[in-house]
């Protein structure tokens, strides 16, 4: 297998970790304790084509393949998880649905000004009652009896980027009888009538990306801006999550080597018993674990990827391999940030270094998109073929 990065790649992976380090990590900490929305430097990452990177040009993205897409997701975590997170929303799931799904009309009035990153979108699938059991939701969309437009009511909880977002990706039932058969998609104007945002989520980590609940009062959504046939819905918000995982993983990785590189630095400054902590066995010995760990969690997320792209032409599933890679990158994360925070000791605990926000944030990897649980479910039974 040839591990090789293509000039293209490069050249992106360059680009974002300039961006990255430039803009996002000076203002990450501030942003994180104010919980404001970063709109400067989003507005400058679509400028840089980073909100629609595998969008095609005709359409104002980047028109880039996975693996540059997860290169550029890395650096941008590294810098600061809660811009990976606004930045992998609008790829993933948003553009993702709208590329494989959509209509040149719906491409060119929902996907264009994303991609372009003049706007932000969103994903409206979790509801208060349904987390991971995703299927049992109660959002209604009726059709009218002209059959012109659905009449759509109902909540949705936990929307990233739902307090500033001008469209959505929404998922209701049209047909209750069919249960997950009778949901469909939706391409939503938020700045609508009956869109209404509730407060934002006060959040442990993550805290620049904006999360609100979002409920429909009697809203009116035209037949032509439903995505797909009714009752495709569910099939399509899981084809989305696996892409969705894929960045996800590609953000835990970030996290992970942000986390993994603060320590190996504080390691070799560091001194006790006059010489450095590093030459301690056991600081050592998590120093090793972090580094194999983080390997291999870059390795099963670029494995993804390319798995990803291929399906492209092969049209094969990547199902497995994003769950594999989204399960190990989060713990991964996870881990890497406790080690982190264990090696800088009170430092760590401290906000006066970025260690703590790392372990807050690196959290979050586990939950969404699929919780870990949820992942071990998808890989036993992708590997088994039971239910």
């Not at 293209?8 to 000076?26: G, S």
């Not at 049992?136 to 977002?165: C, E, F, Q």
């Not at 390795?299 to 399960?327: N, P």
């Amino acid at each position: 297998m040839d591990f090789q990065l293509s000039e293209e790649q490069q050249m992106l992976q360059a680009a974002a970790r300039d961006f990255a380090q430039q803009e996002v990590a000076p203002i990450a900490a501030q942003f994180d304790a104010s919980g404001e929305f970063p709109f400067d430097t989003i507005r400058k990452a679509g400028e840089l084509g980073f909100m629609g990177v595998e969008v095609p040009a005709e359409y104002g993205g980047a028109g880039m393949d996975t693996v540059s897409y997860v290169l550029m997701m890395e650096e941008i975590a590294a810098a600061d998880a809660a811009h990976s997170t606004i930045v992998s929303v609008n790829n993933s799931l948003y553009c993702g649905a709208l590329l494989q799904f959509g209509t040149h009309e719906q491409k060119e009035q929902f996907l264009r000004p994303i991609a372009t990153g003049k706007a932000i979108g969103c994903y409206g699938l979790t509801e208060p009652q349904s987390g991971s059991d995703s299927a049992n939701m109660r959002t209604r969309a009726v059709l009218s009896a002209d059959s012109s437009h659905y009449l759509i009511n109902g909540k949705k909880s936990w929307i990233t980027s739902g307090p500033v977002a001008q469209y959505m990706l929404l998922f209701a039932v049209t047909d209750p009888e069919k249960k997950s058969r009778g949901i469909s998609a939706f391409l939503i104007d938020c700045n609508a009538k009956g869109f209404v945002r509730g407060k934002s989520e006060p959040k442990l980590g993550i805290r620049a990306s904006a999360t609100c609940e979002v409920e429909f009062v009697d809203y009116r959504c035209p037949v032509e801006n439903r995505l797909g046939a009714e009752g495709e819905g569910f099939g399509i918000a899981m084809r989305v999550l696996d892409s969705g995982r894929i960045g996800i993983a590609a953000q835990a990785v970030g996290i992970a080597r942000a986390a993994y590189e603060a320590s190996v630095g504080y390691a070799k400054e560091r001194k006790a018993f006059g010489t450095p902590i590093g030459s301690f066995q056991m600081i050592q010995q998590k120093l090793a674990d972090m580094k194999c760990r983080l390997d291999a969690a870059h390795l099963l997320t670029l494995r993804a990827a390319w798995t990803k792209e291929q399906s492209k032409t092969d049209g094969r599933r990547f199902t497995l391999e994003g769950s594999i890679a989204k399960l190990v990158a989060s713990e991964t994360a996870m881990f890497c940030a406790h080690a982190a925070v264990q090696i800088h000791a009170g430092m760590g605990y401290s906000k006066e270094l970025p260690i703590e926000r790392y372990f807050r944030d690196a959290k979050i990897t586990e939950i969404y998109e699929g919780t870990s649980e949820i992942q071990r479910m998808v890989i036993a039974r992708q590997e088994t073929g039971l239910r």
